[in-house]
Structure formats: C-alpha cells, structure tokens
C-alpha cells in the first residue's frame, strides 16, 4: 500500500533552515509528481511546491518562493523541501501528498514551528 513519511521538523529560530524529508514506498515513485503542502492552526491546507515524476519541473507558492527548494531522489524514494529563511508565519505542520491510481495519498505531517 502507498505510505508516506514525512521527517524533519522542529524547533527553529526565524532566519533559520530546516530540510524535510518525505519517504514513499508502495508505488512507483519516478512515475509520481509529489507535493508539499501545510496546514497552520485555524487555516486551511495550502499547496506549499510540488516536482515532476522526472523532477525537471518545480512549482512553489509565492509565500516561499526563493525561500523554499522541492526536489527528489529516485533512487532513495524520497522528496525533501529546503526551507531557508524561515518565518514565523511558515509555522505549521507539513504534509507531503501524492496522486496515484486516482486516490490523493497523504503522509501523517510533521510540525514545523518558527519562534525565537
């Protein structure tokens, strides 16, 4: 069956980095897109980035765009998200989420907090 876990988060200061990890297994992974999104408290979900199956296409939200990097290791089965400079406003807890056979796969999160 398709899982997904996401590793990474933590405690961290604003202007701090911090690399999450999201590890799939139970489908062809070079044949998936994969996405990052995020849910803080009392908001919605919101798409985050996403990558190609071939990860020569990126996407991101504009609230992190040069401050967040998706990218993908086939070999590993693994997508990651780079965040640099990160607010307090990034705070949330972070979902990685894939497309396969036509049913959306969530992984359980992983919680992210900026705070000084």
């Known amino acids: 069956q398709v899982q997904l876990v996401e590793s990474g988060g933590g405690l961290v200061q604003p202007g701090g980095s911090l690399r999450l990890s999201c590890a799939a297994s139970?489908?062809?992974?070079?044949?998936?897109?994969m996405r990052w999104y995020r849910q803080a408290p009392g908001k919605e979900r919101e798409l985050v980035a996403a990558?190609?199956?071939?990860?020569?296409?990126?996407s991101s939200a504009d609230s992190v765009k040069g401050r967040f990097t998706i990218s993908r290791d086939t070999a590993k089965n693994t997508v990651y998200l780079q965040m640099n400079s990160l607010k307090t406003e990034d705070t949330a807890v972070y979902y990685c989420?894939?497309?396969?056979?036509?049913?959306?796969?969530w992984g359980q999160g992983t919680q992210v907090t900026v705070s000084s």
């Open positions: 989420s894939t497309r396969y056979r036509g049913s959306v796969y």
């Open positions: 139970g489908f062809t992974f070079s044949s998936q897109s």
């Open positions: 990558i190609s199956s071939a990860g020569d296409s990126t």
